[in-house]
Structure formats: C-alpha cells, structure tokens
C-alpha cells in the first residue's frame, strides 16, 4: 500500500464477496437508484447454510454446483422481474446470462453476488475448500465505481486487504489489461478501463465463482477478446462464471450454456449450438430475435 491508502471502500456494490466478512462496499454502498442498501443486511436470508453449500444436483457436472439458485422471485414495486427461476453452475463452467434492456439480468446477478436478496428463493454457494472454507463470489457490478484519486494499484490492493490470500496486484492488473495503467488515477481512466478496474477487483482473491455483468460494455474489439479469453482461463482452472452481455457472438464462440431471460422466466437454456439449433436459426443473435417476446423495453 502506497501513501495514499484509500480510508473507505469504493462506492458501488461489493466485489470478492465473503459470508459475513468482510464487511465491504456491499454493505456500505450501492449503485442502486431506490436506496435499497438495507437489502445487504437480507444476505443471511439468502444463503441459510452457507457452509454446507448447494445440494447436488444430477444435471451439474461433477455432481455438486459452485452456486446455486433456486425459485428466484422478485418484484419492484408492481413491476414482477423474476418469477420463480433457479440456476446451477458448475464449477469450471461459464454460463451467459442474455435478454432484453429491462428483462432482469443485472437483479439476477445482484443475487447471485448476494449483494442484496430475492424476495423468494435462495442462493448457495459452495465453499473454497470441503473443510469449511469461506464461499466467496467475485463480482463485478454493471457500474462499478471507485475512489477517483486513488491509483488502480492502489485501488486493488485496497480490495487485497479484505481476502485470505496474498494477492499480487501487478499481476492481477496484466490480466485485465492494466499493467501500463497501474500508477494512473481511477479518475483518469476511460469508461473500458474503469470496467476492467472492476473485473481485477472481482478477481482479488481468487474465488470459485465469478458473477460479471456486462463485463464487454464498453471495451473496444480488441478487448472484448481479450476479456472473453480471461473468461475462458478462468473456467479452465475451475472458476464457475456467470456473465451477462448482449455480445452474442462472444457469448456463442465462449459459453458453455446460454440463458436467455424475458418475461421474468428462462426461455431458453442450454449450450449456444442446442440454443440456436432450437429456434432452426443460424446463429445466437438471429435465435436471440426469436426467443424473446419483447419489442421494446415495457418496464419489465
Ligand atoms: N432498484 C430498482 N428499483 C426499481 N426498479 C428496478 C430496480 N432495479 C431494477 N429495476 C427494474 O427491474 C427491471 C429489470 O432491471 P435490470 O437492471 O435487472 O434489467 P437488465 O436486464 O439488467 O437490463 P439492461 O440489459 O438494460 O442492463 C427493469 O424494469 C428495471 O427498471
């Protein structure tokens, strides 16, 4: 840590996220519109057991998913956004969550991270080792936000202090394409650079289950493939990613399983070539126009 240590957690959602501990921006801070920061405080109602870890379930391979989530309900207000959904990932897997603007992803994913909790339904995430080791999530926010005088070294090693492991930031930062940018303020940093910021700091830590929203927004083409292929190392060495993007062709060339969310319920889910082969279309994106019923974003 430099001279400039930052004093407080950045000001959005949480990044590695741990049961209990430590207490970070998740509790303190949100991107969310209606101050629903008290939600946070519901994460316990989300995760009954956390130590015992999801039940195994025979369409997981390997048996026992990193992260489950089972009979997702949630409403704001009249608007219904989820309505009973339930999502295994196994480990190593990386599942592309797609759908319309509105149709419900970034809340999904808000409860997956167990950055704020479902009104019906829990999620459960297994823990790092058999031996009651702690279930961490690393997430990346659609917005994520920092300090803006602190440097992005300065930034991740801020996050490092909130995780077991010794976390090598130089390193973390030439995985997202930030090695060149390491001394630079966060206030300087473009709108892709600020996201890669936020994919390293989801990555801090090393956890067994990474949830990324809309991680390619804003990264040039360059870029999206290079986070496509981080994406990709993470699962070879047995990460379980949950992303959403409207990428689709990425998402088609990376996913191991597509879900495509409308109407508060999974319209369609399985791998992108079973997926696209359902409707008889010839790729994602032409499947995509096909599968979900939304012209325009109603508010749901
Ligand atoms: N905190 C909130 N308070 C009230 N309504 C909300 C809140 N968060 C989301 N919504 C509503 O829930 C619905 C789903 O929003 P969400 O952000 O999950 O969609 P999304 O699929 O991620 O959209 P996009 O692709 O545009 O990012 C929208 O109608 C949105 O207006």
Redesign the pocket.
């Known amino acids: 840590m430099t001279d400039h240590e930052p004093t407080e957690p950045a000001t959005d959602e949480s990044i590695t996220m741990s049961n209990r501990e430590p207490a970070t921006t998740a509790e303190t801070a949100s991107d969310?519109?209606?101050g629903?920061n008290a939600d946070a405080d519901a994460d316990a109602d989300a995760d009954p057991d956390p130590d015992l870890g999801p039940e195994p379930d025979p369409n997981v391979e390997g048996g026992r998913p990193a992260i489950a989530a089972t009979d997702l309900s949630h409403a704001?207000?009249d608007?219904r956004?989820l309505d009973g959904v339930s999502l295994s990932v196994a480990p190593g897997e990386i599942v592309a969550l797609v759908?319309?603007?509105?149709?419900?992803?970034?809340?999904?994913?808000?409860f997956l991270a167990r950055v704020r909790a479902p009104d019906e339904g829990t999620v459960t995430v297994a823990s790092t080792d058999a031996g009651g080791g702690r279930a961490r999530v690393g997430y990346l926010p659609?917005q994520p936000g920092f300090r803006a005088g602190f440097s992005a070294a300065d930034t991740l090693e801020f996050y490092a202090q909130f995780v077991d492991e010794d976390v090598d930031v130089a390193e973390v930062l030439e995985r997202v394409g930030l090695a060149d940018a390491a001394d630079r303020r966060v206030g300087a940093l473009s709108g892709g650079m600020t996201r890669l910021l936020g994919l390293g700091r989801a990555l801090v830590g090393d956890p067994a289950v990474v949830v990324l929203?809309?991680p390619a927004s804003g990264l040039d083409p360059g870029m999206v493939e290079r986070l496509f292929d981080i994406v990709s190392a993470l699962a070879d060495a047995g990460v379980a990613v949950v992303l959403?993007s409207?990428n689709l062709g990425p998402v088609e060339r990376t996913a191991d399983r597509v879900v495509v969310?409308d109407g508060g319920r999974f319209v369609a889910d399985g791998d992108p070539r079973a997926v696209v082969e359902s409707v008889g279309a010839a790729d994602l994106q032409t499947a995509f126009g096909d599968l979900v019923a939304t012209e325009e974003?109603?508010?749901?």
């Open positions: 969310e519109p209606t629903e704001f207000g608007v956004v759908g319309p603007n509105g149709s419900g992803k970034s809340t999904l994913l808000r659609q929203d809309e959403s409207h969310l974003v109603t508010g749901r």
